[in-house]
């Protein structure tokens, strides 16, 4: 999940290396010096815009959480009410600040023996899910190489810790009641500063190390720009030990894990406030347990993605997954705390097939290339033998190598597909709090900005790989993520 760059990549989740429908043989990868820095990950240089994107974030991205969390506590989820009262005197700056709960001992630990708990579960419990879970692949798998020639090995237990967590929610709310199950609503603005803690401890940990102690000193990369090395990270792997992975922890564990529980907090609230739970909320708790179960089923896949296999780690994830991704992506929820909307039932329906629908699509787009990159294109897609555009590169060596872009399935229809069925769910989530207010809209605005860009610059890269061949593809498959529009 890059959480500011992805579903977070996204959830949200997970995306590939790039949107790039291509095989090719492993013998045909090189990681050279040239390689790594025309290629891999992060940018060696930076220019203005690119340093003013990173000053911009530093600043504004915590104003931005801490904004729609106080317009829900003060303002009943109105984004324009507060600017509303300061711009009249109505109320100040101040006043606001004031009114805002502040750190507590019960929330920090909380949040201590959350982190602890999550540690523990991803360090000591290795997976036994694999082990009588069919089509699941788990415990110890190897990752990509990375630029430096490594190739690292993580322990796949995610599924498992969701399971467990979940398992022991579940006991305590209707056996045990050692804690209310409100508690993560009860306790949600104070959890925030904890969460900002982590986030900006953990980044400026990892910062620290690769100056200082870096797990493989040739896969750090320095700009010479502290701003962008603390966001964007220096450190490709940062490790602790053999086994204890900074992207991967954090990417998946403990924010999105969390996500499923601080949706059914906020479904408790309802529950406690109102004395029923809408459908609009038993729709958000489901499609979103149905993409963070995605992820954590397909957890070995995420290996191959953006997160683990180009970006570096810094405070674009430590933070990102630690406060953004739980606080934003849960959205949906907390407004439906505060507006308990009761859908039609047809409408419902209607919200809970576009849901189903995109995740079909994401997934089966995704599938379908991740079938045609193992098989080198020896493989059946929707029935057929795959349609493909054969194309060349060379690479940083000089050396030219061959791969094929996959033109059939969902890669037919467009482009960028998969994206298209993120999108289809992103706006399912929205679209179960009704329309009454912008704010649980956030959510679609910014994937749609995020995968419209991420589209484009996975084409620059493409265009520049492949050259003519490129050209040739977008003749055969004009559209990017609608066909017939864009």
Same mark, same amino acid.
């Given at each position: ?14 995306? %590939? ?15 050279? @010096? ?17 340093? &003013?994107?990173?000053? +911009?974030?530093?600043?504004? &991205? ?16 109105? *984004? ?10 109505? &109320? ?62 993580? !322990? ?90 900074? @992207? ?18 906020? &479904?408790?609230?309802?529950? !406690? ?25 397909? !957890?070995?896949?995420?290996? @191959? ?7 570096? +780690? ?65 493989? *059946? ?8 555009? !054969? ?46 207010? *912008?704010? %649980? ?46």
């Amino acid at each position: 999940m890059k959480p500011l760059g992805k579903r977070l990549e996204g959830p949200m989740a997970a995306k %590939p290396q790039s949107n790039d429908p291509q095989t090719k043989s492993p013998g045909n990868i090189t990681f050279g @010096k040239a390689a790594t820095q025309g290629q891999w990950g992060r940018a060696w240089e930076v220019d203005w815009f690119s340093l &003013a994107s990173v000053i +911009f974030l530093l600043l504004f &991205a915590p104003f931005i959480v801490y904004y729609f969390i106080m317009a829900c506590d003060q303002y009943s989820c109105s *984004l324009t009410a507060p600017l509303a009262d300061i711009a009249t005197g109505r &109320a100040r700056l101040s006043d606001i600040w004031a009114k805002t709960p502040p750190v507590t001992t019960k929330a920090a630990q909380i949040y201590v023996a959350w982190v602890t708990f999550q540690v523990l579960l991803y360090m000591l419990l290795p997976d036994f899910c694999h082990k009588f879970l069919p089509g699941y692949v788990g415990g110890v798998q190897e990752g990509a190489m990375t630029p430096a020639g490594i190739v690292n090995k993580y !322990e796949i237990n995610g599924l498992q810790a969701w399971l467990i967590t979940h398992l022991l929610w579940f006991v305590n709310c209707y056996l045990l009641a050692c804690f209310s199950p409100t508690v993560i609503f009860d306790n949600w603005i104070p959890l925030l500063w904890c969460a900002n803690i982590l986030g900006y401890a953990v980044s400026t940990f990892a910062m620290i190390k690769g100056y200082f102690f870096p797990t493989d000193a040739r896969d750090c990369k320095f700009t010479g720009n502290f701003f962008y090395n603390y966001m964007m990270g220096v450190e490709f792997n940062p490790r602790i030990g053999k086994w204890f992975d900074f @992207k991967l922890f954090f990417n998946g564990r403990p924010g999105i894990v969390a996500w499923t529980l601080i949706n059914l907090s906020f &479904a408790a609230k309802q529950q !406690e406030l109102y004395g029923h739970v809408t459908n609009s909320m038993v729709l958000v708790n489901v499609l979103q347990a149905i993409y963070v179960l995605d992820f954590f089923w397909n !957890e070995t896949w995420y290996l @191959k993605t953006i997160d683990i296999c180009h970006d570096h +780690f810094g405070w674009y994830l430590g933070w990102g997954d630690c406060v953004w991704l739980p606080y934003l992506y849960t959205l949906q929820g907390l407004y439906l705390v505060y507006h308990p909307v009761q859908l039609p039932t047809r409408y419902s329906l209607g919200v809970l097939l576009l849901g189903l629908l995109g995740y079909y699509i994401f997934r089966m787009a995704n599938h379908q290339k991740d079938l045609f990159r193992r098989t080198d294109g020896r493989c *059946l897609i929707w029935g057929r033998k795959p349609k493909v555009i !054969e194309c060349s590169f060379t690479s940083a060596d000089k050396q030219k190598h061959h791969s094929k872009l996959l033109v059939s399935g969902f890669w037919g229809v467009a482009r960028h597909f998969n994206y298209t069925g993120d999108l289809m769910g992103s706006l399912a989530y929205c679209l179960a709090c009704g329309g009454g207010h *912008l704010l %649980p809209y956030f959510y679609i605005i910014y994937m749609t900005v995020l995968l419209t860009h991420r589209c484009l610059r996975d084409e620059h890269r493409c265009a520049s790989k492949y050259g003519r061949d490129w050209d040739r593809y977008t003749a055969a498959v004009p559209y990017r993520l609608l066909p017939g529009i864009f």
